[in-house]
């Protein structure tokens, strides 16, 4: 896709996430990378109403150089982005099972959501760390989202919600809604003698969509 392109499609996947309950409010943000630096959504907007030509541009050094004013949580979406090379968007909300999920996993835990379906597996991956919590706007949080970013697609916030990467910005918001899902999963059986994935069973996804 061309800037122009990445434009719209952020509009389009806000739209669906903010329509799904997914964010609420101005909460959650997107960014995507370009070859000459950053598309985010800008602070204080409603991912259910971006307009294309307002979506904040970033330099390769994350300055802000047009568009309306970026997420005031630029520092996560560059943790993740900076961290992962291969990463070529970040989408954060405040998607409701997930947040549970994240007040519920003491902070350090790796695998607050149990390995309940394939797409979790193939879309999160193995490892999901639970980050100390950090007032919103919080710079102090990029450097345990770079760390832990290092080895893992995704991090919960603890309190505040998850932060997820994606190869693109499809893969992005569709391992977002993944996590979603399967926080609602985990939450629904909690108590319940669930089957959970082996670990060969894992390994095998690993391998075969990793």
Not at 11 to 16: D, E, I, K, T, Y
Not at 78 to 105: D, N, Q, W, Y
């Amino acid at each position: 896709m061309n800037e122009d392109e990445l434009r719209e499609a952020i509009c389009a996947h806000g739209r669906l996430l903010f329509g799904r309950g997914f964010s609420v409010g101005s909460a959650g943000n997107i960014s995507v990378r370009l070859p000459d630096g950053y598309l985010i959504t800008p602070t204080n907007s409603c991912l259910g109403r971006l307009e294309p030509g307002r979506i904040s541009k970033l330099d390769p050094d994350f300055r802000h150089v047009s568009g309306d004013k970026p997420s005031k949580e630029v520092f996560m979406h560059r943790a993740f982005l900076t961290a992962r090379p291969e990463t070529g968007a970040v989408v954060h909300l405040h998607s409701t099972h997930a947040t549970a999920i994240s007040c519920l996993a003491a902070p350090g835990e790796t695998a607050p959501v149990p390995p309940l379906t394939p797409y979790f597996v193939m879309r999160i991956g193995r490892a999901l760390p639970v980050l100390p919590y950090y007032r919103p706007g919080d710079a102090g949080m990029e450097a345990a989202i770079a760390e832990a970013a290092r080895d893992c697609r995704a991090v919960l916030l603890a309190n505040h919600g998850p932060v997820v990467s994606g190869k693109s910005l499809d893969d992005a918001v569709y391992a977002a809604e993944e996590l979603e899902e399967a926080a609602r999963l985990a939450l629904m059986l909690r108590g319940q003698p669930a089957r959970q994935l082996s670990p060969a069973q894992i390994e095998d996804l690993l391998q075969t969509f990793g």
